[in-house]
């Protein structure tokens, strides 16, 4: 009977490797008197046997076919060539700064086993903030790998080494400046100035957004803290009393007084 039998990189396969990477095909048979060698299905080359052709360039998983026919019949072969490719996913991808703990998900593809090691680079700068070292994890998430503390368009590279090719990626974050912070204070439900008998008091009350701390101050004197309070006495008044409301957060800060007369 006629036999074939085709390999890629010396081995039945499949096999992976690098995005635009080649790999060496080679093909013996046996009682066959031709021998043509397809890939994907398109003519390639001919032959009874070859020690070793270049594949050329792939940048999709390929497929070469070995069909050989002789007296005793025909017989074909085929070996597959998978190209590593990788996608990644960033949770969240967008939001205000500082946008901290963004987590990067890798998942390769073009291979079902083998081990990875993945470097992941928050802002494509050269330097990576995670190597995971050699595991079989696929796909693979960097959980809260990532930080950005100011406004901005950012991309993340990851590279992924396999034990039989390379694979590269990017993602994009966006993160955008945080808003504003506003601070609002009153005395008895007014922006003020009000007035009150002497020995009197008024109730102080402020709210505040986008503030991360707040601190109130009576006169330039300590009175309270927080970002907001829907009402505390003032104390008893006996002279004009100025109460100031101080905020701060990722997106500045901001001041408001109200006089008590």
């Not at 397809?38 to 070859?50: E, H, I, R």
């Not at 070995?66 to 998978?82: D, H, I, L, M, T």
């Not at 990851?158 to 993602?171: D, P």
């Not at 008998?197 to 309270?224: E, M, P, Q, R």
Request: hydrophobic share 30%; charged share 5%.
């Amino acid at each position: 009977p006629v036999t074939a039998d085709i390999k890629a990189g010396g081995s039945d396969g499949p096999i992976s490797i690098t995005y635009g990477g080649s790999s060496t095909i080679s093909w013996t048979s046996a009682n066959a008197t031709s021998c043509s060698v397809t890939k994907n299905g398109s003519a390639f080359s001919s032959g009874l046997s070859n020690a070793g052709t270049s594949s050329g360039a792939l940048t999709t998983t390929t497929t070469f076919t070995q069909s050989c026919s002789g007296p005793g019949g025909s017989a074909s072969n085929s070996v597959e060539v998978r190209v590593l490719t990788m996608s990644l996913s960033a949770s969240p991808n967008s939001g205000n700064a500082p946008l901290n703990g963004v987590s990067i998900t890798a998942t390769v593809v073009g291979t079902s086993s083998g081990t990875y090691r993945y470097f992941v680079d928050c802002t494509n700068n050269g330097s990576n903030e995670v190597d995971s070292g050699d595991i079989s994890s696929n796909p693979y998430t960097a959980s809260g790998a990532c930080s950005y503390p100011s406004a901005g368009t950012y991309t993340v590279f990851v590279t992924v080494w396999h034990n039989q090719g390379l694979a590269t990626a990017t993602a994009i974050i966006t993160v955008s400046a945080p808003p504003p912070v506003t601070a609002d204070i009153k005395a008895g439900g007014s922006d003020g100035p009000i007035s009150i008998t002497s020995g009197g008091s008024s109730t102080i009350s402020w709210t505040s957004t986008n503030a991360t701390s707040c601190s109130v101050t009576k006169n330039g004197s300590a009175f309270s803290s927080g970002t907001s309070n829907a009402g505390t006495s003032s104390g008893a008044l006996t002279t004009t009393t100025t109460f100031t409301q101080s905020c701060s957060g990722p997106g500045g800060s901001a001041s408001n007084s109200v006089e008590v007369r």
